[in-house]
């Protein structure tokens, strides 16, 4: 299959045109997706892999480009609260609240789906579905020029860094999707938090840029809960197990190196300790890489050195962690040792994806 390469321009004021013209851009996306072609498209977190959620065949080739496993649920977006309507059954008050507060933007909300709507591909075979409406430009209006909703994982190969650019998107999947939107590199640069309510609790199924101080601060009083933080791992290795929302069963963000995440409570502790072990690989055949969040630099071991973002400014790792990661990959790099950053408020998305990259490889010294 060739893949068609559009480039949008997106200023802070919305859409303002398109190398090839902005709106037969989206009506020739659109016109792909309703021929049940899947399509990669920018978001506020990362560059999604879109099709039409009414479509079993066209989610069957999402499933398919990426590689994914069929038990992993996926992210249904939506323009509006009408295309909501159409999927879910009505959200509860603390689940309107939320969506007040928070869309469109990067949170994902667990809602009980609409019997007989949705292919069973797209939810898993649950009765519930994960919803959202992006903030990025480009993803609302090309979910209003298809006029359904997209379900769209993110446009990479399952297991890989998530795509924060278009061409991170070509890299994995160039060739076997219809369309890639440039929108730019994505503002937030990890996926949505995704939650779920009960009748007591906020569950963060998956933790994200919208935190768990937020979210206390849109329903005062109500108990938020980090699920990921208490989840049975036996229940999450189980065969048979489904997860409710994407990023809970299956490792993910990995680059194609070993990648060992290490923390110190001081920073000469670290770099003697790091230096050693990059000596080490470096002695046993490896290209070396080493992941910081400041300056910090293995003593001048490392064949690769990647600055990302500064840890006083969490979102800036963020945004610039998968980027980062996918650095490795194209510099050849068979092992990596990443620091840590602070796990609280956005940090603890960011420590959440670097531990699964790593397949929880972490040592504190």
């Not at 990596?336 to 994806?353: D, L, S």
Request: hydrophobic share 45%; glycine share 8%; aromatic share 6%.
């Amino acid at each position: 299959m060739r893949t068609e390469y559009y480039t949008v321009q997106v200023t802070d004021g919305g859409i303002v045109g398109g190398v090839d013209g902005a709106s037969d851009v989206f009506a020739e996306a659109a016109k792909l997706i309703r021929g049940g072609a899947p399509v990669a498209f920018p978001t506020e977190t990362v560059y999604g892999l879109g099709a039409n959620a009414f479509d079993e065949q066209a989610v069957a080739r999402v499933f398919a480009a990426k590689g994914r496993p069929a038990d992993n649920p996926l992210i249904v977006h939506v323009a509006d609260r009408q295309q909501l309507d159409l999927i879910a059954l009505t959200p509860s008050e603390w689940e309107q609240c939320l969506m007040a507060a928070f869309w469109p933007g990067p949170l994902t909300l667990v809602l009980p789906v609409k019997p007989g709507v949705l292919p069973s591909n797209v939810t898993a075979g649950l009765d519930t579905v994960a919803v959202r409406q992006p903030a990025h430009p480009v993803a609302l209006a090309l979910l209003q020029a298809c006029g359904v909703p997209l379900a769209a994982p993110s446009a990479n190969r399952s297991g890989k860094p998530s795509p924060t650019t278009a061409l991170h998107v070509k890299e994995d999947l160039d060739g076997v999707l219809a369309a890639i939107l440039d929108g730019g590199p994505t503002e937030v640069g990890i996926e949505s938090t995704v939650i779920r309510c009960n009748a007591e609790e906020v569950h963060i199924l998956r933790p994200g840029s919208v935190t768990a101080e937020q979210l206390e601060q849109a329903l005062p009083g109500i108990r938020v809960v980090a699920v990921a933080d208490i989840q049975n791992h036996r229940e999450l290795d189980a065969a048979d197990y489904v997860p409710p929302s994407p990023g809970m069963k299956y490792a993910h963000y990995a680059p194609e190196g070993e990648l060992l995440v290490v923390e110190a409570e001081h920073h000469d502790e670290w770099l003697k300790w790091v230096s050693a072990r990059l000596q080490e690989a470096k002695s046993q055949g490896h290209r070396t890489g080493l992941l910081t969040f400041s300056k910090k630099d293995g003593g001048g071991v490392a064949d690769v050195v990647v600055v990302a973002g500064d840890a006083t400014q969490v979102d800036t790792v963020a945004r610039a962690l998968y980027d980062a990661l996918r650095t490795f990959d194209r510099e050849q790099v068979t092992f990596i040792i990443a620091e840590t950053c602070p796990a609280t408020g956005v940090g603890a998305a960011v420590m959440n994806r670097l531990l699964k990259a790593a397949g929880h490889r972490f040592l504190r010294i």
